[in-house]
């Protein structure tokens, strides 16, 4: 049984580019969230998807979007990049409202240079 | 604001000894306590989760909640070298709309051989 699964695995971008990431989730879940970690900061809340609709969102500008696909499978966009976007992007899949740790993804290592 | 708070070390602990870890949350609803561990550059991993008053053992991890003093602690039995790592402190945040971990920024944990 596959978990969740995270693609791609390291990415290098230039500042004012755009970026998509890509999460496929753990067979059986129907919620994708994503998290942004920071070096040497905990993961933060970006948004939330559940029936193709962001539920909630964290303290992020609107240059996160994301979008999620009827097979489940969600892709987070940034649009103009800054330096300041180089962290780790975190996946994690669940099933709605469940009251449970999440198991996270591998991870997107995006590098802005 | 709700806020997770772990002091970030280093703790450094003898090969063999008990290793303490301490969180402390801000929301006194919070019901839902997770502890994760992250290797470097790797993601977060679920190691234990607590959700009532008192100790969970599991193996060599214990987790412990104290609701009244919105205190979490991981204590970890006979530690070894390979537990050397980030031990990030989460809280969950369910409600309505909401379903999402709070971190904190991690206690990195050095066992010396």
């Known amino acids: 049984d596959a978990g969740v699964t995270q693609s791609p695995t390291h990415l290098i971008k230039t500042r004012g580019q755009q970026v998509t990431l890509r999460c496929s989730p753990k067979s059986g879940h129907d919620t994708v969230s994503w998290y942004q970690q920071a070096l040497g900061q905990g993961p933060q809340f970006i948004f939330q998807?559940?029936?193709?609709?962001?539920?909630q969102r964290g303290n992020f500008p609107d240059r996160f979007s994301g979008h999620q696909f009827p097979n489940y499978s969600s892709e987070l966009n940034v649009n103009a990049l800054l330096l300041g976007d180089s962290a780790l992007y975190l996946c994690?899949?669940?099933?709605?409202?469940?009251?449970?740790?999440?198991?996270f993804g591998s991870g997107t290592r995006l590098t802005v240079v | 604001q709700k806020e997770v708070e772990q002091n970030s070390g280093p703790l450094s602990v003898p090969e063999g000894a008990i290793a303490s870890l301490n969180c402390t949350y801000s929301?006194?609803?919070?019901?839902?306590f997770f502890w994760y561990r992250q290797y470097s550059g790797k993601s977060p991993e679920l190691i234990m989760s607590i959700y009532s008053n008192g100790d969970k053992e599991d193996g060599r991890f214990t987790a412990q909640l104290n609701k009244a003093s919105q205190y979490v602690s991981l204590l970890i039995r006979d530690s070894q070298p390979s537990d050397s790592a980030t031990y990030l402190c989460a809280v969950g945040d369910y409600g309505g709309a909401t379903n999402k971990l709070i971190f904190g920024t991690g206690t990195l944990l050095a066992v010396q051989p």
């Open positions: 929301d006194r609803g919070s019901q839902s």
């Open positions: 994690a899949s669940s099933l709605y409202g469940e009251n449970y740790g999440y198991t």
């Open positions: 998807y559940y029936e193709e609709e962001e539920r």
